[in-house]
């Protein structure tokens, strides 16, 4: 007992205070080098195609490999952690990315780029913003939401400061001599890593460099093994990986909460189905700016006026988001926001003068903010936080894959059609049908419980078949959180 309590009194030397603000502020950095980096490669989408010769559906696919891995990667990142530890993962991840925007700019086609800036760079931004957000939960317990929401401001000055950056470099050097120099800039991913040192837990462990956890069935096999009977061995060794395989598949992604819990399953479909929509804005305004006779300049400052706006909206919609009066209405101010940012693509069909994709800059942020602060609590209302880590899991894979063909679609389609306006005509239809689709289906649900409990049907487990609001309280000091959590962002 004495040397628990003097384990946990030297654990909490370092949560809340002290180099835990340090940490924090590496976390902000990290967060605009790695979410905040694609907000900039609209700037770069013209040059690009004049460069390599390519189609709008062609180009679209660099940044859409880019976002898909990015936030489709967390299964693998969390892997990782848990192997090698937190502060590896980040120091990896900035490797990567650096020495894939440095490949970037000895591309020869844009197939090569796909590889180089796409997939290296894209899962090096996963690694490193990943890893920095679950480092965070073992640095902070008191403060530990506060750190989150000061964390995210990152990505609102990655947006505001990448895009301005980008066209500076590209005017006074072009773009390959840019992604050389955004090489380097990753590299600083590195220095955050390092920053983030380990940290001692009650256990006597380091959170950094955990043991390796033995396999799912591990002993079971060696037991078998060890009896002296040769002949089954195969068999035996081949149904315990089938087993071990099984087990890391059911707790990196929930098939299981899919096909059991409604809510869930609502959720993750309208998410999936509204990525499709939620990434073109960012990818086609300024190709669309600059088609309409806005000056280059001008065309990525619009990115950075969104990034700007959500450095003041997003931790005011956040403090909204956990606030009283949106427990067990989160669902649909989350629907609302979607809704917003939809309608808010038909300023730019409209009119395309930059007066107006100012106005329209601004409704996106908002609405953004919006989605950014309620994505995750409203998955932790519909799922038991036990379990919230893999039905994260599931829940990134399947977006990052509408993410992936989103983009290259609607460039497809501005190919055939030569209209830039059917980007936001292609996105608010993702958008608005994915806020009616969320919004009806939840109301039906909660009719269907309500009708449930007057008959007084009970459920064995009621929390698996519909939307309650799960405790989010955070864990107290004699708790360490969860080994992994990997967390997208908007």
């Known amino acids: 007992m004495s040397q628990g309590g003097a384990a946990e009194r030297e654990a909490a030397k370092h949560q809340d205070q002290g180099w835990a603000w340090m940490v924090l502020l590496a976390a902000v950095l990290l967060q605009g080098l790695t979410l905040g980096f694609p907000s900039c490669i609209g700037v770069f989408f013209t040059d690009l195609q004049h460069e390599f010769q390519a189609s709008n559906s062609e180009t679209s696919w660099f940044p859409s490999i880019m976002v898909a ?27 990567l990315s650096g020495v894939g925007m440095v490949s970037s700019s000895f591309c020869k086609s844009i197939s090569q780029l796909y590889l180089t800036a796409g997939l290296i760079t894209g899962l090096g931004s996963c690694f490193s913003f990943q890893a920095g957000v679950t480092v965070l939960g073992y640095y902070f317990v008191r403060w530990r939401a506060l750190a989150n929401a000061m964390a995210s401001t990152g990505v609102s000055l990655g947006f505001t400061l990448w895009p301005l950056l980008s066209q500076y470099l590209l005017d006074e050097m072009g773009w390959r001599n840019t992604f050389l120099i955004f090489g380097g800039i990753q590299l600083n991913c590195c220095v955050c890593g390092a920053i983030m040192r380990p940290v001692q837990l009650a256990s006597g462990s380091l959170l950094q460099s955990p043991k390796p956890g033995e396999e799912p069935g591990r002993k079971a096999e060696e037991a078998q093994l060890s009896n002296g009977a040769s002949s089954p061995q195969p068999k035996l060794q081949q149904q315990t990986r089938r087993t071990a395989c099984l087990q890391m598949l059911q707790k990196h992604l929930a098939f299981d909460i899919f096909c059991q819990n409604k809510g869930y399953q609502i959720y993750t479909i309208g998410v999936t189905w509204m990525m499709m929509g939620f990434a073109l804005p960012h990818i086609y305004l300024v190709p669309y700016a600059i088609q309409n006779g806005v000056e ?9 006026i969104i990034g700007f706006i959500n450095i003041f909206i997003r931790p005011f919609t956040g403090l909204l988001s956990g606030h009283r009066v949106s427990t067990g209405r989160r669902i649909y101010l989350f629907s609302l926001a979607v809704l917003l940012c939809g309608l808010s693509n038909f300023i730019c069909v409209i009119s395309a003068e930059f007066s107006m994709l100012i106005i329209y800059c601004v409704i996106l942020s908002i609405a953004m903010s919006g989605i950014g602060a309620l994505i995750f609590q409203v998955l932790m209302d519909v799922v038991e936080m036990d379990r919230f880590s893999s039905a994260l899991g599931l829940f990134t894979i399947l977006e990052s ?28 239809f993702f958008l608005i049908s994915a806020a009616l689709f969320m919004v009806l289906s939840f109301c039906a649900l909660e009719k269907k419980n309500k009708l449930k409990d007057v008959s007084k049907v009970h459920l064995d487990n009621p929390s ?5 609001e799960m405790p989010t309280e955070p864990q107290s000091e004699s708790q360490s959180p969860p080994a992994v959590v990997y967390i997208t962002s908007i």
């Open 69 to 95: 891995v990015l936030h489709g990667g967390g299964p693998l990142c969390s892997i990782l952690v848990k192997r090698f530890g937190c502060r590896f993962v980040v120091m990896l991840g900035g490797l």
């Open 296 to 304: 280059e300049r001008r065309a990525a400052l619009l990115i950075s």
């Open 401 to 428: 894959i509408t993410l992936l063909i989103g983009p290259p679609l609607t460039g497809l389609l501005v190919d055939i059609t030569s209209g830039f306006h059917y980007v936001f005509y292609n996105s608010s």
């Open 464 to 468: 698996r078949y519909q939307y309650n």
